[in-house]
């Protein structure tokens, strides 16, 4: 069965820590994503990554960063998070040249 | 990105049809997509179609697209209050990576 897995459903941080949001998928998957969710916002592209070490911005990439240094693993790190990230993040993955893209189950992150 | 609009509330009585409608700007879209998001969950894929296509039916869903004026639905028949979830709309070009989303529809199905 297919697997996308996120390392937290909740997460509560302090302003100005680093955070990371890992993300793991089992289907061999060339695409990785990290999106963010809020209400009345939908869902808007932080950053994505087609291949290992490779990482392109989406819509929103101010105040994240991403890592990528093994296949199956995309990481969203907030450098100081801020209390306008807290959020829902989701990370999805995809095969090259397929059309449909997993999700995995979401991180609530909550920044006090 | 290019625009998808959705409206944002739908309200239905269990068993009638819900329609959910989508609008997209980017011409070049080759995929549609339909997802579900149940309370608490990551988005499930529903349905897909391409942009060569206008109807594609699985089982209750029925999708139509017009792509003359870039009008996409999701027809959902004898909807249950399993139904009652976030539906999202999205969109990608043949030759991008990511998918483009709208805000999303809440529809509520009542007793």
């Known amino acids: 069965d297919v697997k996308v897995t996120q390392s937290s459903r909740y997460l509560v941080k302090r302003t100005g820590e680093k955070v990371f949001l890992e993300c793991v998928q089992d289907m061999d998957h060339e695409n990785m994503f990290w999106y963010r969710q809020d209400p009345g916002l939908g869902l808007r592209l932080i950053y994505f990554s087609y291949d290992v070490k490779m990482k392109e911005k989406g819509d929103i990439p101010e105040g994240y960063s991403v890592s990528r240094e093994k296949k199956e693993r995309f990481s969203l790190i907030l450098e100081s998070a801020s209390t306008n990230q807290t959020s829902m993040y989701l990370c999805?993955?995809?095969?090259?040249?397929?059309?449909?893209?997993?999700f995995g189950q979401g991180t609530r992150l909550t920044v006090v | 990105g290019e625009d998808v609009e959705q409206s944002l509330f739908l309200s239905v009585r269990e068993g009638d049809s819900s329609v959910i409608n989508c609008t997209y700007t980017?011409?070049?879209?080759?995929?549609l997509y339909w997802y579900k998001q149940e309370p608490g969950a990551g988005l499930q894929l529903l349905t897909y179609i391409f942009s060569n296509m206008d109807m594609k039916q699985d089982q209750r869903l029925t999708v139509l697209l017009n792509k003359k004026d870039k009008h996409l639905s999701l027809r959902i028949a004898d909807t249950q209050t399993g139904d009652s979830a976030i539906y999202f709309c999205?969109?990608?070009?043949?030759?991008?990576?990511?998918?483009?989303f709208g805000k999303g529809t809440s529809l509520l199905v009542t007793p």
């Open positions: 999205a969109e990608k070009e043949n030759s991008g990576y990511a998918l483009n």
């Open positions: 980017d011409s070049s879209s080759t995929y």
């Open positions: 999805a993955s995809s095969q090259r040249g397929v059309t449909e893209a997993f």
